[in-house]
């Protein structure tokens, strides 16, 4: 496998330049700018105002190992940081240039500026020289989406297996949401790695739970219950499966990145009161709080049949579902739902979820990669920061 | 005893078991040993009941409480939103679909 050094120690496995808004004004001109352009990814934050958790999230996200060139695309008049995260990107050593449309004479010529800066940098990263990488360079994510009653007892646990291999090759792998472990908390928290790191495991469930009854409905669509799934707890139970076997070594929140390799729960339920609405309002938001804890490559595990990808880093889409993978076999990488026919075991999928990482992580093109998904939502959220006994020492 | 190959049994505690295939309108089931005749059509993944569970008494699945139940539920009985609720939040179901 090979990769690209940054100067953080990291490795990446792809090479983009990411085209990054920071206010919905100037979504059309980043996305005409990376148009055309097969390894510009657009990302950005859609809100006016500011909110620590998307400046540090943009922040990650712009100096994700699988960066390698930043275009910021700026309107000029929102509240987002656009020095800062300039002067962020900058000190990596990664090339980094600001576009404010209302300096540049507008939509038409801060495309044209746009289109010639990421042209003359996708041509720099196809020609930047490469280093070795190793199962111990990467991390992991996980998540599941369009859950039904066979997402727990096929595509997760086949996951978890992936996990727990993966782990011991090194690597540091995350799960969540915690939203959607609520119930799993006391055979959860026996896993941890210390008695205050399990202490820490309950007290981030109970605040999901107490922020969910607030809401008034939990981590649940109508789909879940069509698949077969009745309550927040079963659902939790089959998510849970996806962390597999291993202790768990700490708990993260999103753009938290893991010290060393392990297995790693990231609380993504916001702190303080209920504020800025639903916690993750789709499983892209997931995937994005993935990313900016570093995750190269993420399973998702989807019973009902999601199709969605990611910008910057591939997704794995695993069919938990044999009927659904039957209808949406373009869109899945892989097809646990052979566990339900007798035609694989939970240990083969697992295998074969690993081998794929691997692969994809050398370079592996995923389905959803080849279709041109690059989804990506960023929405208002607020955290304190993680205490003490979270990561391992 | 006796019950059909679809009925999975995750966890030997668990008081359901889930389908790993469909059961069509009108099938008779075997669940546990006894004949279940099934009016509606269940879907991959749906729930039947292996043992009764009381109302107000705790639903196994993976060894774990999912939820209680809030009406009796019979051996073979379908096991969702009508007789099972949170613990925690309530479900949320799309209303006004066939």
């Known amino acids: 496998m090979r990769g690209w050094l940054r100067s953080d120690g990291r490795k990446g496995i792809r090479n983009v330049v990411a085209v990054a808004y920071l206010v919905e004004c100037a979504h059309h001109v980043a996305r005409q700018i990376a148009a055309g352009e097969d390894e510009a990814h657009v990302i950005g934050f859609p809100g006016c105002f500011p909110n620590p958790y998307a400046q ?38 990664r090339p980094v240039k600001v576009l404010v449309i209302q300096n540049e004479g507008g939509t038409k010529s801060t495309i044209t500026a746009g289109r010639d800066w990421v042209r003359a940098q996708a041509a720099a990263l196809a020609a930047a020289p490469t280093v070795p990488i190793a199962a111990s360079d990467l991390v992991v994510g996980t998540v599941c989406g369009g859950s039904d009653g066979t997402s727990g007892i096929t595509g997760n646990p086949a996951a978890g297996i992936a996990f727990d291999k993966l782990v011991a090759a090194g690597a540091a792998c995350i799960f969540e949401e ?19 790191l399990a202490g820490e495991i309950r007290a981030s469930v109970a605040k999901a739970a107490r922020y969910y009854a607030t809401l008034g409905y939990g981590s649940f669509a109508s789909g879940n219950a069509d698949g077969g799934l009745t309550t927040i707890e079963e659902k939790s139970l089959g998510a849970y499966m996806k962390s ?32 800025f609405g639903f916690p993750n309002i789709s499983d892209n938001a997931e995937i994005v709080e993935m990313m900016a804890s570093g ?17 910057l880093a591939p997704v794995i889409k695993i069919a938990a579902n044999p009927h659904m993978y039957a209808r949406l076999s373009g869109d899945m990488d892989v097809n646990a739902g052979r566990v339900l026919s007798g035609e694989a075991t939970l240990e083969e999928v697992g295998q074969e979820i690993f081998d794929l990482v691997l692969d994809v992580a050398d370079g592996r093109q995923t389905k959803s990669e080849e279709l041109g998904h690059r989804e990506f939502i960023l929405t208002y959220k607020s955290f304190d920061p993680i205490g003490p006994a979270c990561l391992p020492v | 005893m006796p019950t059909d190959p679809r009925l999975l049994l995750l966890h030997p ?7 790993r295939d469909q059961i069509a309108a009108g099938e008779t089931v075997l669940v546990s040993g006894t004949a279940v005749a099934f009016a509606q059509p269940l879907g991959l993944g749906h729930k039947i009941a292996r043992v009764a569970v009381a109302a107000g008494e705790p639903v196994i699945k993976y060894g774990a409480p999912i939820g209680r139940a809030t009406r009796a539920i019979a051996p073979g009985d379908h096991v969702h939103l009508h007789n099972l609720a949170s613990d925690y939040t309530p479900t949320y179901a799309l209303e006004g679909k066939a």
């Open chain 1, 56 to 93: 540090k999230m943009m922040e990650r996200l712009c100096t994700h190992p699988n960066v390698g060139a930043v275009l910021v695309v700026s309107l000029g008049c929102e509240s987002f940081n656009r020095f800062q995260l300039e002067k962020m990107v900058a000190a990596t050593g």
């Open chain 1, 178 to 196: 915690t939203g959607e472990l609520i119930g799993c908390e006391g055979i959860m928290e026996a896993r941890a790695a210390t008695p205050a």
């Open chain 1, 244 to 275: 597999g076997q291993s202790p768990i070594s700490g708990l993260i929140k999103p753009g938290d990145i893991p010290p060393k390799g392990g297995l790693y729960l990231m609380d993504v339920v916001p702190d303080g009161e209920v504020r």
């Open chain 1, 295 to 311: 995750a190269h490559v993420t399973l998702f595990v989807t019973g009902r049949g999601s199709v969605v990808g990611s910008a």
């Open chain 2, 13 to 19: 505690g668990d008081s359901v078991y889930v389908l």
